[in-house]
């Protein structure tokens, strides 16, 4: 029987996902979770034949530059692939594959919870009664926002934004979106979707903006001050997808001065960082980049991990192998 490939994985995956990796790799898992410093990737990388990183591990060109000649794929754990310099692996002749498809579900359901803790204050609510603040109704008490009727403005319309446009649609919100180019005609019409070829005329007609686009170079502070300041004083910002599509501290002054009226934050810009400005204001509602944390996704996304370095190994091309031209 062939030799079994080496993988090293990054960080503490589910259980039946390292078991199966196990079975059929020379896998080298990471019990303790600890994220792996710079050299510890470079030592990772020289000894793998296949790396699985996660959104924690940076590999850019500095550490590909450093990689051993056994590496063949980098199998990220995890759709976005920021974190990876994909161009630089290929032009090494290094595979990356990503698991989309997978956690769809799940972080347009993310999205969603955050528009309506935003718009609805549900966070600010709960604090309030688990501190004891509760004393009783009032008719004009903890008024939010309704978000039947708004209109929502989707930018990136993939998989994820139209997930969260199929949802939005539910709850009574009118569907607008940006994207390099326009969903195809079936999809607008059962979205009833309005494609904005210019971003900066759908952020000011906006009620609740939600990011769902990858960052790559092009969307880089996509929302950048000059857009924030587009938006209406009445406007919810949503992001699920990349803090770094954001002008974080722009986004931050702007809340600080009720210049827009809440947003809701699974991502931000410097992970685990958060801007403090963000974490003193009430209007906010802030997540610890859970998007795709559910027991379902984070299990689909190993197996599909598993199946891009299988496939990638019998010598076939990986379902989910990541082209630049894409990003
Ligand atoms: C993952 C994500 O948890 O898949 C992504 O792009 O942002 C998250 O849902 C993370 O990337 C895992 O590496």
């Known amino acids: 029987m062939a030799q079994k490939p080496k993988v090293v994985v990054t960080r503490k995956l589910p259980d039946p996902v390292e078991s199966r990796m196990r079975e059929l790799f020379d ?3 990471n019990s303790t979770d600890r994220a792996m410093t710079p050299d510890e990737l470079v030592d990772a990388l020289q000894r793998a034949d296949v790396l699985v990183p996660t959104v924690t591990d ?4 500095r550490i590909l530059s450093r990689a051993g000649p056994n590496l063949r794929l980098i199998a990220n754990f995890g759709a976005g692939v920021d974190n990876i310099d994909v161009a630089t692996a290929n032009a090494r002749g290094v595979t990356v594959t990503n698991t989309p498809g997978v956690l769809t579900e799940d972080t347009a359901d993310m999205t969603m919870a955050l528009i ?3 718009a609805r204050r549900v966070v600010e609510g709960a ?4 501190t004891g603040g509760f004393s009783g109704w009032s008719p004009t008490w903890m008024l939010g926002r309704r978000i039947a009727g708004k209109r929502l403005g989707i930018i990136g319309m993939g998989r994820i934004g139209q997930a969260v446009a199929r949802r939005a649609k539910a709850f009574g919100l009118s569907i607008h979106y940006h994207n ?8 607008a019409e059962e979205l009833e979707a309005t494609y904005w070829e210019s971003l900066d005329q759908m952020l000011a007609r906006m009620d609740v903006i939600s990011v769902n686009c990858p960052h790559t170079p092009g969307t880089f502070h996509l929302l950048s001050a000059r857009r924030l300041k587009l938006l209406q004083p009445h ?12 002008d974080e501290p722009a986004l931050a002054n702007m809340l600080a001065r009720g210049e827009i009226a809440g947003a809701g934050l699974d991502v931000y810009e410097n992970e685990p960082a958060i801007n403090p400005k963000l974490l003193k204001l009430p209007n906010v509602v802030l997540l610890p980049h859970m998007g795709s944390a559910t027991v379902e996704s984070r299990i689909d996304m190993g197996e599909k991990v598993i199946i891009n370095i299988k496939t990638f190994m019998d010598g076939h091309r990986p379902p989910d192998r990541v082209i630049p031209a894409m990003l």
């Open 127 to 130: 604090q309030v009664v688990q």
């Open 116 to 118: 309506l803790a935003a």
């Open 27 to 29: 896998t080298e898992l």
């Open 180 to 187: 390099r180019k326009p969903v195809s005609p079936r999809i």
């Open 58 to 61: 940076r590999i850019d060109s």
């Open 235 to 246: 406007a919810i910002v949503v992001n699920t997808a990349r803090g770094e599509v954001i």
